[in-house]
């Protein structure tokens, strides 16, 4: 089957009792025992649920993964998988990494014993030199967030392989539609499903997909142990939000595409980082691995931090809010919004400068996206 017809049929057969063509919201955290021990398939909902089971079974189908684990967040994926770990172990991690999980990591996860050193990932040389005999795992995420720093995914699992690590990779701002990192090595991937996966930007969500059985196991285990599962309504969102992934992200790529190239030759921009225009330095690994560079385009604007504020003010279609991935679109100021907690100095020597602005582009009609961000920039 196809990407578009897995999204729409994977886990999602007629319901064997009634016939209901859409997987119903089972509401329940309980389950009748016909016998004490015998259950009908499930117990607890904590452990398992009808729902969330169509929402797991379809999301892995679309990484190609065997198996798929729910999370309540995308923080709650990515803190489940930490769990995998003991006291001592060394992860490597993208340096521009989402500020969430750089916060899970240097807070909650470095007081359990765990380290981590954030690098440039795109460097490999950098990836091998901070390889130790303790390091367990690399963490990728590409593009990055807000500067779409783009990671050579098969050279990373190669690297990461020849010295028996890990690879995870968030896979949040490319979604299965455009990149599927298990095809190119990756061992497990994460995702933020309350972004491009749910689509909607009206629920919070979390996803772990993996191909190896252990792995599967342990994070399955930990999905229970641990417990922060979404309930049944939230599996359901994800799930009504993700049949139309394939068409979405096309349209997200088109307007995406159009928004950078009239960035580029707008007056008042200085300039766009999108992995879809050829300057892009990511372009070319980009293009191997990707069928496309997503939704999310950060440009600076000619002048300081008030300009770069009076833009984001200004729109009017573009909403002022952090998040992405939805079918709306999205402004923000990284520095002030999104990664305010990123000190300053790290931030300038970063790139997340004043000047700097994030889109997230909808799927609304391009000529009024344009009209909207071409009276902003002059305004
Ligand atoms: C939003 C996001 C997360 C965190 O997900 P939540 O669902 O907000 O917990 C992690 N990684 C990336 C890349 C994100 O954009």
Redesign the pocket.
């Known amino acids: 089957m196809k990407f578009e017809t897995r999204a729409i049929h994977a886990g999602q057969e007629p319901d064997k009792l009634t016939g209901a063509v859409v997987v119903p919201i089972y509401q329940t955290s309980t389950y009748a025992q016909p016998e004490p021990g015998r259950d009908l398939g499930h117990e607890y909902t904590r452990t398992s649920n009808p729902t969330r089971d169509a929402l797991q079974t379809c999301v892995a189908a679309l990484e190609g993964a065997g198996h798929g684990v729910a999370f309540a ?3 709650a994926a ?1 803190s489940t998988v930490m769990t995998l770990f003991e006291s001592g172990d060394h992860i490597i991690s993208t340096d521009d990494v ?1 500020g ?2 750089s916060r899970v990591f240097g807070t909650v996860f470095r007081g359990f014993g765990l380290h981590y050193t954030h690098v440039d990932t795109s460097d490999l040389e950098a990836v091998e030199a901070a390889i130790r005999p303790a390091t367990k795992m690399i963490w990728v ?1 590409t593009p990055t ?1 807000p500067l779409l720093v783009v990671s050579d995914l098969v050279k990373l699992a190669e690297l990461a392989h020849a010295h028996g690590l890990l690879l995870a990779v ?1 896979n ?2 490319m979604s299965p539609a455009l990149q599927r990192p298990l095809e190119l090595g990756a061992d497990l991937v994460v995702h ?1 499903t ?2 491009y996966i749910g689509g909607h930007s009206d629920v ?3 996803f772990v997909a993996t191909n190896d059985d252990d792995l599967a196991d342990r994070l399955a285990f930990a999905q229970n142990a641990v417990g922060a599962v979404p309930g049944p309504f939230d599996s359901w969102l994800t799930l009504r939000g993700v049949k139309t992934l394939g068409i979405r992200m096309r349209a997200h790529e088109e307007n995406a595409g159009q928004v950078a190239r009239f960035l580029v030759e707008h007056s008042a921009v200085e300039d766009v980082l999108w992995p879809g225009l050829p300057e892009h330095p990511g372009h070319a690994v980009q293009q191997r691995q990707a069928t496309g560079s997503g939704g999310v385009v950060s440009f600076r604007v000619r002048g300081n931090q008030e300009k770069a504020c009076r833009v984001c003010s200004k729109t009017k279609l573009f909403v002022l809010a952090e998040s ?1 991935g939805g079918v709306e679109s999205l402004i923000e100021h990284p520095a002030i919004m999104t990664h305010a907690s990123v000190p300053a100095e790290q931030r300038r020597a970063r790139g997340i400068t004043d000047n700097l602005i994030r889109v997230s582009v909808g799927i609304e009609h391009i000529d009024d996206l344009l009209a909207d961000l071409d009276q902003a920039l002059l305004g």
């Open positions: 967040s995308g923080m990515t989402y969430g999980t995420e967030n968030d949040t701002f933020s309350t972004k919070v969500g979390g992405l």
